[in-house]
């Protein structure tokens, strides 16, 4: 019927629309801005433009500054699909990972459990971008490009 169709056609331009996540390499460091709720769908799709951006490190040791401020947590299936993948990017050279969130997260038990396992991995907690890039810069990744706040950036 038409309105079956209609409905793909509106899910599929949501898609296209909403944005979950920015993501960029900045250097050593995997950049990436979450929002909204997430699937194991969205993640699948972040995962792969992950390794993608991985390709031209050659296997080299990289770290990852994850802005969770504007993120709405993620189901039963993000949780599963998350603690698997994760510890593969350790695996794939991920040694340290600093995650920016909102004091008193209520997702801080989500991101604790989805956390890899492995070990030689380092991750810490920040509530704001500047401190996670020292910590990141101490750690031995520079950003080759100026970091945008995206405190202001708003999706």
Do not use: C
């Not at 991920?94 to 989805?114: F, G, K, M, R, T």
């Amino acid at each position: 019927s038409s309105s079956r169709l209609e409905n793909q056609i509106k899910t599929i331009i949501g898609a296209i629309v909403i944005k979950h996540y920015h993501l960029r390499m900045n250097g050593h460091i995997l950049e990436a801005t979450f929002y909204d709720h997430w699937d194991a769908d969205i993640f699948e799709s972040f995962i792969s433009e992950v390794k993608v951006s991985l390709i031209r490190l050659r296997g080299q040791e990289w770290g990852s500054m994850t802005d969770l401020r504007q993120w709405e947590g993620g189901n039963h299936e993000f949780r599963f699909a998350a603690k698997a993948e994760l510890n593969r990017l350790v695996a794939a050279g991920s040694s340290h990972a600093a995650y920016i969130i909102q004091d008193n997260s209520p997702y801080l038990e989500l991101i604790n459990d989805v956390a890899p396992t492995l070990s030689g991995y380092k991750r810490r907690l920040f509530t704001n971008k500047a401190d996670a890039v020292k910590w990141l810069e101490e750690s031995g990744f520079k950003l080759s490009l100026v970091s945008k706040e995206y405190d202001e950036q708003k999706k």
